[in-house]
C-alpha cells in the first residue's frame, strides 16, 4: 500500500506560479506511473498530468498544456508538478495518485490518492 501527501498549494494571483509537490511512503513508486488531478467546486475530478514510471512520457491535459509540467524523482520517491501562467478557472483541490499497472493517461487507472492540497487563484 502506497501513502500518498501533497503540498504546495496555496493562494496565488493570476500570471503567477506554483509547484507542488508529492511525498510517497510505505513503497516505492518508481514502478508506478504517477499523475495529478483536480477536482473544482461543482465539477468532477478530473487527470490533468500523467507520467511513466521512467518519466519518458507525458500526458497533459488541453487545459494546462504548456503552463503545467510534471516531474518524478524516484530515488526520492516524489513527483512534482509546476504550475505557471496560473488563471482563476486552475482554482481547485489538486491531488497527487499513482497508477500500479502503468497507464499513466486514463484517469480511471489510478488506484492510490492523496489527500489534496487547495490550489487558488484570485483575478
Known amino acids: 500500500q502506497v501513502q500518498l501527501v501533497e503540498s504546495g498549494g496555496g493562494l496565488v494571483q493570476a500570471g503567477g506560479s506554483l509547484r507542488l509537490s508529492c511525498a510517497a511512503s510505505g513503497r516505492t513508486i518508481s514502478s508506478y506511473a504517477m499523475g495529478w488531478f483536480r477536482q473544482a467546486p461543482g465539477k468532477e475530478r478530473e487527470l490533468i498530468a500523467g507520467i511513466t514510471w521512467s518519466g519518458g512520457e507525458t500526458y497533459y491535459a488541453d487545459s494546462v498544456k504548456g503552463r503545467f509540467t510534471i516531474s518524478r524523482d524516484n530515488a526520492n520517491n516524489t513527483v512534482s508538478l509546476q504550475m505557471n501562467s496560473l488563471k482563476p478557472e486552475d482554482t481547485a483541490v489538486y491531488y497527487c495518485?499513482?497508477?500500479?499497472?502503468?497507464?499513466?493517461?486514463?484517469?480511471?487507472?489510478?488506484?492510490?490518492w492523496g489527500q489534496g492540497t487547495q490550489v487558488t487563484v484570485s483575478s
Open positions: 495518485a499513482a497508477a500500479p499497472n502503468g497507464v499513466y493517461w486514463m484517469g480511471s487507472q489510478y488506484n492510490y
